[in-house]
C-alpha cells in the first residue's frame, strides 16, 4: 500500500473529532427554572399565573402553579430572567436577574403581597 494513504484514516478521525467538539460548543445551552409562589403567609398558591422575561424584557413567556404553588419553565436559553407573579388582582414584586445555567434547575420563591384591608363605609 502506498504510505501516503496510510495516514488517511488517522486523520479522519481527527478531523471528525474536531468538528465534533466544533459542533457540540455550538449548542444552545438550557436550564430550567423551577419554583414555588407563596402568600404573605408563606402558604402555597395554587393557579397563580408566573410570567418570564428576558432581563431585557424580550420574550415573555407565561405559567400556572400547580395545586401546591409550584411551576417550572424548562429547556430555556442560559441567561438572565425577570419572573413574576399574578393571582387575583395582585402582583409579585419581579425577582431581577435569575440566573439559568446549562443542564441545571435553578429553584426561587416568588412572594405575593400582603392583601390590602378592605375599609367599608355605610351610610343611612
Do not use: E
Amino acid at each position: 500500500m502506498d504510505r501516503r494513504f496510510a495516514k488517511l484514516p488517522a486523520i479522519f478521525v481527527v478531523f471528525m473529532v474536531l468538528a465534533f467538539a466544533a459542533g457540540s460548543s455550538a449548542r444552545v445551552r438550557n436550564g430550567t427554572l423551577a419554583g414555588v409562589v407563596v402568600d404573605a403567609h408563606g402558604k402555597p398558591v395554587p393557579h397563580a399565573t408566573v410570567t418570564i422575561q428576558t432581563s431585557f424584557g424580550d420574550h415573555p413567556n407565561a405559567t400556572h402553579t400547580d395545586s401546591q404553588g409550584r411551576f417550572r419553565f424548562v429547556r430555556f436559553r442560559t441567561g438572565q430572567y425577570d419572573l413574576q407573579a399574578y393571582s387575583k388582582g395582585s402582583f409579585s414584586p419581579w425577582l431581577k436577574r435569575i440566573t439559568i445555567r446549562s443542564n441545571r434547575t435553578t429553584d426561587v420563591t416568588l412572594r405575593m403581597p400582603p392583601a390590602p384591608d378592605v375599609v367599608v363605609n355605610v351610610t343611612r
